[in-house]
Each structure stands twice: as C-alpha cells, then as structure tokens.
C-alpha cells in the first residue's frame, strides 16, 4: 500500500517560512494528486491545499491563500508555507488519492509533522 511521509517541520518565528514536504513510499508522486489538511487539538482536520495528478490545477483553502502554496514534482509534494503565524500551529499532514483530483476523503495520509509557530 502508499505510505507517505511528511518532512519539514519544525519551530519558527511569526513572519518566517517553513516548506514541508511528502513523499510517498515505492511510488513516484506522479502518479497521486494529493493535498495538504492540518489538525490542533481539539480541533476538526482542516483543509489546507490540493493539487491534481498531473500538478497543474491547485486549489488553496480562503484561511492560507496567499500564504501557502502546494507544488508537486515527480519525487514530492510541497506545501511552501509564508508568513506564518501563531494559530498555524497544528499538525501538518500530506494526503494522496489515485484519481486526477483528490477526493475530499483521501485514502492515503502521512503520519503527520508538527509546526510550531512562535509570537
């Protein structure tokens, strides 16, 4: 089966950058579209990013537009991530699916990476 594994995370001041990353195990990311979700405690898994298979439609949720912004390459998925702020602190995690578009309930998750973001 697709395991995927999120890379990237970390400590960062307000106002920095963070750039996570997703691989998916046996499995070049060519073949997934994929997307980004985060979770804080307590909390519902937010949406985040998605991107198609072929990596040439994109779509950002309203909170992050502008802010981040989901790539993919043959090897990875991205999640660019700027002007952080505190409430982005959460755990990050990178979804897959098989279809052209990724489907709202992805089968495949990472295991997930934590950004902490300081005021």
């Known amino acids: 089966q697709v395991q995927l594994v999120e890379s990237g995370g970390g400590l960062v001041q307000a106002g920095g950058s963070l750039r996570l990353s997703c691989a998916a195990s046996?499995?070049?990311?060519?073949?997934?579209?994929g997307g980004w979700f985060r979770q804080v405690p307590g909390k519902e898994r937010e949406f985040l990013a998605s991107?198609?298979?072929?990596?040439?439609l994109t779509s950002h949720a309203t909170s992050v537009k502008g802010r981040f912004t989901i790539s993919k390459d043959n090897a990875k998925m991205y999640l660019q991530m700027d002007s952080l702020k505190p409430e982005d602190t959460a755990t990050y995690y990178c979804?897959?699916?098989?279809?052209?578009?990724?489907?709202?309930?992805?089968?495949?998750w990472g295991q997930g990476t934590q950004v902490t973001v300081s005021s």
């Open positions: 046996g499995r070049a990311f060519t073949s997934y579209s």
């Open positions: 991107i198609n298979r072929n990596g040439d």
């Open positions: 979804a897959a699916d098989t279809l052209q578009v990724m489907n709202i309930r992805p089968p495949y």
